[in-house]
């Protein structure tokens, strides 16, 4: 794809505003995603973090789930992170029954299990490909508990993996949006734009 990547951001509840920001400043163009027909000149999307409960819910009052992971399923990029990374795994615990997800990404995740005193944290982080460490931002973060064959971990904190890329799918446990190092939204871009 040679012309400048559309990119959605799924805009039904969280930090969406900031992933439009980091994505702006690469020079994307971005499109806010909150109704079926927001996905259809998308050549990707992103997930942001939030309240996965509450963002599965939004995505079956707004009719979005099945258009999505149609979308997901023939191909389009998408990148997860936090509630979104919850949103793209295979399995999901700690999470309530009516709970829905992609599999988009075969990983397994547990939801918040940084536990109460790390609830939430900041560190840095060596990500594959880059030459100087990321300082990441978690807020009530997932935990990724199972890598499945044909999962790239990019990144690991404390024994388990924060960022991970399959072929189309790239999802993070930590909060790239809410810093001003662009690096990880740029590899996004990268994967769109391949
Ligand atoms: N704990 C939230 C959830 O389970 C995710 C937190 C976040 O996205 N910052 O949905």
Same mark, same amino acid.
């Given at each position: ?24 400043? %690469?020079? +994307? *163009?971005?499109?806010?995603?909150? %109704?079926?027909?927001?996905?259809? #000149?998308? #050549?990707? %999307? ?5 309240? @996965? !409960? ?6 079956? &009052? @707004?009719?979005? /789930? ?14 997860? !992170? ?7 795994? @295979?399995? $999901? ?8 997800? /992609? &599999?988009?990404? #075969?990983? *397994? $995740? ?16 060596? $990500? ?12 009530? +973060?997932?935990? $990724?508990?199972?890598?499945? #064959? ?15 890329? @399959? ?6 446990? /930590?909060?790239?949006?809410? !810093?001003?190092? *662009?690096?990880?939204?740029?590899? /996004? ?6």
């Amino acid at each position: 794809m040679s012309a400048r990547a559309r990119i959605g951001v799924l805009a039904l509840q969280g930090a969406f505003a900031a992933h439009e920001a980091a994505l702006k400043r %690469l020079g +994307a *163009d971005v499109r806010e995603v909150r %109704l079926p027909a927001d996905l259809d #000149d998308c #050549d990707a %999307l992103v997930m942001p973090g939030g309240e @996965s !409960t509450t963002m599965s819910k939004l995505l079956e &009052s @707004s009719g979005l /789930f099945d258009p999505l992971a149609k979308r997901i399923t023939d191909g389009m990029p998408v990148f997860g !992170t936090c509630a979104g990374m919850i949103l793209l795994a @295979s399995h $999901v615990s700690d999470a309530r029954p009516d709970q829905r997800s /992609f &599999s988009a990404i #075969d990983i *397994d $995740v547990q939801r918040n299990a940084y536990g109460r005193q790390v609830d939430s944290f900041e560190t840095d982080i060596a $990500v594959k490909g880059m030459t100087e460490p990321l300082h990441a931002v978690f807020i009530r +973060a997932p935990r $990724v508990t199972r890598i499945g #064959d044909g999962v790239e971990v990019l990144a690991e904190h404390a024994g388990a993996a924060v960022l991970v890329r @399959s072929k189309t799918v790239m999802a993070a446990a /930590f909060h790239p949006e809410l !810093t001003d190092d *662009d690096r990880v939204h740029q590899m /996004f871009i990268d994967m769109v734009e391949a």
